[in-house]
């Protein structure tokens, strides 16, 4: 079976710390994805990456940067944490490019910011 | 652009009865349509996808969704509803083209209430 593993189920930050949220994936999955789930608005995408190195930005990058040096791990980055980036955070991981497979996710991070 | 709509925030209904879930989508292409649940506190877990072919996919849990290419929509049913199917549910597209890279828009969810 194939497991994304995020590193944290629940994290408190103070406003203006950087945080890392890490992500790993344990089936050489090519693409990796980071969103950030509210009640009311679903899952919105803030950065996704196709291949090491490699990343794009979603609908809600703002304030957020991504890192992946290595293909399994894919890291979130809120530079600056504010009040209003305290929400559910949420990695997934997809098979290859070409075709239709679905993506996995991992348990998510609750993120809160004081 | 690509998009989903779940017009209903909340379904409930009676353990035993059946339940649709609704979802429609606007893509460019052809469509690639995926089903999901989310318990609390937990990641979303999949459910079904469509990609070709029948229009009825069959999934987990006893799930299946009917595809309709000229309502453009793909709604989850399940012919007899248990109270441990109560949970978010996400419709999501991707669409055909491989312009977007595999990214899926998701739909807002719908809240699933399951009765005893």
């Known amino acids: 079976d194939v497991k994304v593993t995020q590193s944290s189920r629940y994290l408190v930050k103070r406003t203006g710390e950087k945080v890392f949220l890490e992500c790993v994936q344990d089936m050489d999955h090519e693409n990796m994805f980071w969103y950030r789930q509210d009640p009311g608005l679903g899952l919105r995408l803030i950065y996704f990456s196709y291949d090491v190195k490699m990343k794009e930005k979603g609908d809600i990058p703002e304030g957020y940067s991504v890192s992946r040096e290595k293909k399994e791990r894919f890291s979130l980055i809120l530079e600056s944490a504010s009040t209003n980036q305290t929400s559910m955070y949420l990695c997934?991981?997809?098979?290859?490019?070409?075709?239709?497979?679905?993506?996995?996710f991992g348990q998510g991070t609750r993120l809160t910011v004081v | 652009a690509q998009s989903v709509a779940q017009p209903e925030d909340q379904v409930n209904v009676a353990e035993g009865n059946p339940l649709t879930v609704k979802c429609t989508y606007s893509v460019s292409g052809n469509p690639y349509l995926f089903w999901y649940v989310q318990y609390p506190n937990r990641g979303l877990q999949f459910l079904l996808k469509y990609i070709t072919g029948d229009n009825l996919v069959k999934g987990s849990y006893g799930f299946e969704a009917e595809f309709n290419k000229s309502q453009t929509s793909f709604h989850l049913k399940k012919p007899s509803a248990l109270v441990s199917d109560s949970a978010l549910y996400f419709c999501?597209?991707?669409?055909?083209?491989?312009?977007?890279?595999?990214?899926?828009?998701f739909g807002r969810g719908t809240q699933l209430t399951v009765w005893p």
């Open positions: 999501a597209v991707r669409d055909g083209r491989g312009s977007t890279l595999g990214r899926l828009y």
């Open positions: 997934a991981s997809r098979g290859p490019r070409v075709g239709v497979t679905e993506a996995f």
